[in-house]
């Protein structure tokens, strides 16, 4: 089986969930949207490849808004096109903050800013834990997503909807592949000031995140594996 990631700049690493992909057997691709040298610019021509070749796609985080038409609109509305044939043809996907935005918006949904965003490890209310858990799990997020029509919403926190599930995807808010190594990546590209901005100490957050790591790829793998054999259909049930 061939999992295709999207990362949408160049520090979105897979971090445990491409590690709990590959346990699994799947052979792994990666596409870039944005490469570094357009990550100030990246309202950039993009051609998405072509899913027939896949068997599940994981679209991952941006630093963009998945409303922001105005900054990133060449490829945007061509991937909101894409992964929405995507869900709607029966294709598993598992999107994630801004992937997982995309798919609220790409099936009749919608994405803005919210009153306030999520920064850090955040417990979230699951009504189904074996699915997905409470976590604590990495928020870094400004927007807000209303979840499409026919899907099912899985999981809240007191400022933001987490998860929720239609046809063979699921979508979640925070960012089950964090570890430390990608943090440290936006922390250098411009997150450590988004940090401060909400009266945080990047430092500390590193830290935080290199003590909790190891708990939090347990919890990864366990989301994964859930999403695998009860949402996509790709694995036996344990």
Same mark, same amino acid.
């Given at each position: 089986?061939?999992?295709?990631?999207?990362?949408?700049?160049?520090?979105?690493?897979? =971090?445990?969930?491409?590690?709990?992909?590959?346990?699994?057997?799947?052979?792994?691709?990666?596409?870039?949207?944005?490469?570094?040298?357009?990550?100030?610019?990246?309202?950039?021509?993009?051609?998405?490849?072509?899913?027939?070749?896949?068997?599940?796609?994981?679209?991952?985080?941006?630093?963009?808004?998945?409303?922001?038409?105005?900054?990133?609109?060449?490829?945007?509305?061509?991937?909101?096109?894409?992964?929405?044939?995507?869900?709607?043809? =029966?294709?598993?996907?598992?999107?994630?903050?801004? =992937?997982?935005?995309?798919?609220?918006?790409?099936?009749?949904?919608?994405?803005?800013?919210?009153?306030?965003?999520?920064?850090?490890?955040?417990?979230?209310?699951?009504?189904?834990?074996?699915?997905?858990?409470?976590?604590?799990?990495?928020?870094?997020?400004?927007?807000?997503?209303?979840?499409?029509?026919? *899907?099912?919403?899985?999981?809240?926190?007191?400022?933001? %909807?987490?998860?929720?599930?239609?046809?063979?995807?699921?979508?979640?808010?925070?960012?089950?592949?964090?570890?430390?190594?990608?943090? &440290? =990546?936006?922390?250098?590209?411009?997150?450590?000031? &988004?940090?401060?901005?909400?009266?945080?100490?990047?430092?500390?957050?590193?830290?935080?995140?290199?003590?909790?790591?190891?708990?939090?790829?347990?919890?990864?793998?366990?989301?994964?594996?859930?999403?695998? %054999?009860?949402? *996509?259909?790709?694995?036996?049930? *344990?």
């Amino acid at each position: 089986m061939r999992a295709l990631f999207v990362q949408h700049d160049h520090v979105s690493p897979l =971090g445990p969930v491409g590690e709990r992909f590959a346990q699994h057997g799947f052979e792994i691709d990666t596409f870039l949207v944005v490469p570094e040298e357009s990550f100030h610019s990246p309202d950039i021509a993009v051609d998405f490849p072509d899913l027939s070749h896949y068997d599940v796609v994981i679209p991952l985080g941006a630093p963009w808004g998945a409303w922001d038409d105005a900054c990133i609109g060449t490829w945007l509305r061509a991937e909101l096109d894409w992964l929405g044939d995507a869900v709607r043809g =029966g294709m598993p996907v598992l999107g994630i903050c801004f =992937g997982g935005q995309l798919v609220a918006r790409a099936l009749g949904g919608s994405v803005a800013p919210g009153p306030r965003g999520e920064i850090g490890w955040t417990a979230i209310w699951s009504e189904d834990p074996s699915l997905v858990g409470q976590g604590p799990w990495f928020q870094f997020h400004y927007d807000q997503w209303q979840v499409p029509p026919r *899907a099912v919403e899985i999981a809240r926190s007191p400022v933001a %909807s987490q998860a929720f599930t239609i046809e063979r995807t699921l979508a979640v808010q925070f960012h089950p592949e964090l570890d430390a190594a990608g943090l &440290k =990546g936006w922390l250098d590209w411009g997150g450590a000031s &988004k940090v401060r901005e909400y009266g945080q100490d990047p430092e500390v957050m590193l830290a935080q995140t290199r003590a909790e790591q190891e708990a939090a790829r347990e919890r990864t793998f366990a989301l994964v594996d859930a999403f695998l %054999s009860r949402v *996509a259909g790709l694995i036996p049930a *344990a």
